[in-house]
Structures are given as C-alpha cells and as structure tokens.
C-alpha cells in the first residue's frame, strides 16, 4: 500500500513558476514508477509526466515538455514536477500517482494522491 499527498498548488500569473511536491509513505518507493495527471474542468484527466522508479528515465506530454520537469528524491520518498512558464490552459487539479512502471496510461497507476488545485491567471 502506497498514500500519496501532493502539495505546492496555488495561484500564479501566466508566465511563472510552481514547484508540485507529492510525498509517498512506505519503504519501497524506489519500486514505483511516479506519474503527474492532471485534470481540467469538465475534462477527462490527462497524463503530464512520469519517472522511473530510479529516477532515470523520465516522460512528458508534448503540451508541457520544454516547460515542466519531473523529479525524484527516493531518500526523501517524494517526487517533484517543477512548472515554469505556465499558462492559462495548466489550470487544473494535479495528481501525483505511483505504479510498477511509469506509463503515459491512467489505467496503469494504482495508486493516487487527492490532488493539489494549480491556477493560472492571464
């Protein structure tokens, strides 16, 4: 079993930064590979970014890649997505999720955060 709780979300004005922490219970969190989703008003959730279990090999989805960057600290049991230059259309609930190996698909994540609000004004 794995809790997630994400934390970092807040208001920030078109063009500036947030830095998204979930932090993970449990001794094995080196296993998991993480994932960051987001979800939109009235959208489906969508896939951000993953990591390995590692750290080492990494995913973006192409409307945040060159902007957001996903990292790992598995001494301090947390994943990060650090968000730079965000616009309007990154509002969203983000949540972080952990799985055997990081994917692009919702379905394959097991376990799930509550989600942190991240708005961004014009």
């Known amino acids: 079993q794995v809790q997630l709780v994400e934390s970092g979300g807040g208001l920030v004005q078109a063009g500036g930064s947030l830095r998204l922490s979930c932090a993970a219970s449990?001794?094995?969190?080196?296993?998991?590979?993480m994932g960051w989703f987001r979800q939109a008003a009235g959208k489906e959730r969508e896939f951000v970014a993953g990591?390995?279990?590692?750290?080492?090999?990494?995913l973006y989805a192409d409307s945040v890649k060159g902007r957001f960057t996903i990292s790992r600290d598995n001494a301090k049991n947390t994943v990060y997505l650090q968000m730079n230059s965000l616009e309007p259309e990154d509002t969203a609930v983000y949540y972080c999720?952990?799985?055997?190996?990081?994917?692009?698909?919702?379905?394959?994540?097991?376990?799930w955060g509550q989600g942190t609000q991240v708005t961004v004004s014009s």
């Open positions: 990591i390995s279990g590692s750290g080492i090999n990494s």
């Open positions: 449990g001794r094995t969190f080196s296993r998991f590979g």
């Open positions: 999720a952990a799985a055997l190996a990081y994917s692009t698909r919702r379905d394959a994540y097991d376990y």
